[in-house]
């Protein structure tokens, strides 16, 4: 069974500094993996999405890598902004029809 | 275009009654489905549909029915609720029934309190 695992579950920076959320995965037979955003008492919204057979992605400030083989995923933020304050998740495809997730990572950016 | 919509946003219920979690999309996804989230246990599946008249048991699927007559629609029972069902229920869905290649597109929540 796949196991996802996020370290920090917590962590705060100060705005302007460029930070690394980490997520491990034990079953490396993913298809892909996925980061999302959750804002409080609000649904997931999709940030990244890095097949298999990909390296990393990036949208904007947000860069997200993908190292199958050591069972890790790193989504890289430059320039935190106090809008960034938000939980970070993220979810492997393990399975064809199932994401399991890891429980996150809440950020605080100070300003 | 309104993506994912969940009603009702929230709802209390007492233990044994009964109810129905709505979730509608409008993208024309295959692929549609139930998580709960509870403090400290992340997201959880409960069912899962890969297109009308299909639908699959999750990781925690006991207390909760689902069926999907039509692409759009992937209504969430409960039969009788139990105090253990307070949880916030989140709906999603994707355009690829494999999961592979799509993007999860989720609801806002229904925050759910059984008494």
């Known amino acids: 069974k796949q196991e996802v695992t996020q370290i920090p579950a917590a962590l705060s920076v100060p705005e302007g500094e460029n930070l690394v959320l980490n997520c491990s995965f034990t079953?490396?037979?993913?298809?892909?993996l996925q980061w999302f955003r959750q804002d409080p008492g609000k649904g997931l919204t999709s940030l990244l999405l890095i097949q298999s057979s990909q390296r990393e992605q990036t949208s904007g400030r947000l860069n997200a890598s993908l190292d199958k083989s050591s069972g890790r995923s790193t989504l890289y933020i430059a320039a935190s902004q106090p809008g960034d304050s938000a939980t970070y998740l993220c979810?492997?495809?393990?399975?064809?029809?199932?994401?399991?997730f890891g429980k996150g990572t809440k950020l605080s950016v100070i300003p | 275009n309104a993506g994912v919509t969940q009603t009702p946003k929230f709802q209390v219920l007492k233990t044994g009654q009964s109810m129905t979690l709505q979730c509608a999309q409008d993208?024309?996804?295959?692929?549609m489905s139930w998580y709960r989230q509870d403090p400290g246990m992340g997201l959880r599946l409960i069912h899962y549909s890969v297109g009308a008249g299909i639908t699959d048991q999750g990781e925690v699927p006991n207390g909760y029915n689902v069926s999907r007559s039509t692409t759009e629609d992937f209504p969430l029972r409960l039969l009788s609720a139990a105090p253990s069902q307070t949880s916030v229920y989140f709906c999603a869905s994707s355009y690829s029934r494999f999961m592979n290649t799509g993007e999860l597109f989720f609801g806002e929540g229904s925050r759910l309190t059984v008494l």
């Open positions: 079953d490396s037979a993913i298809y892909n």
């Open positions: 993208m024309n996804h295959e692929y």
């Open positions: 979810a492997s495809g393990a399975g064809s029809y199932q994401l399991t």
